[in-house]
């Protein structure tokens, strides 16, 4: 179970992750399907991603890049 935002600006979903030693600047890739059920819209130069919480409000997750 993973939880996308905080308190009741949040989602959660069953994700099956895949493990892999790998040199990436990203803590995680969450692919097009996973996207797609969170409803979310992704901004890469803004290392952030935004969607609708259960309550229908806009959740904003920002990634810092330390």
Do not use: C, W
């Not at 979903?13 to 803590?27: G, P, Q, V």
Request: net charge positive; proline share 3%.
């Amino acid at each position: 179970m993973t939880t996308f935002g905080q308190g009741k600006l949040s989602n959660s979903f069953t994700i099956m992750y895949l493990i892999i030693d790998a040199n990436t600047s990203y803590f995680a890739l969450i692919g097009r399907k996973m996207l797609n059920e969170l409803g979310a819209i992704v901004s890469i130069p803004h290392l952030k991603i935004k969607f609708p919480s259960l309550t229908g409000e806009i959740v904003t997750v920002k990634a810092d890049q330390k």
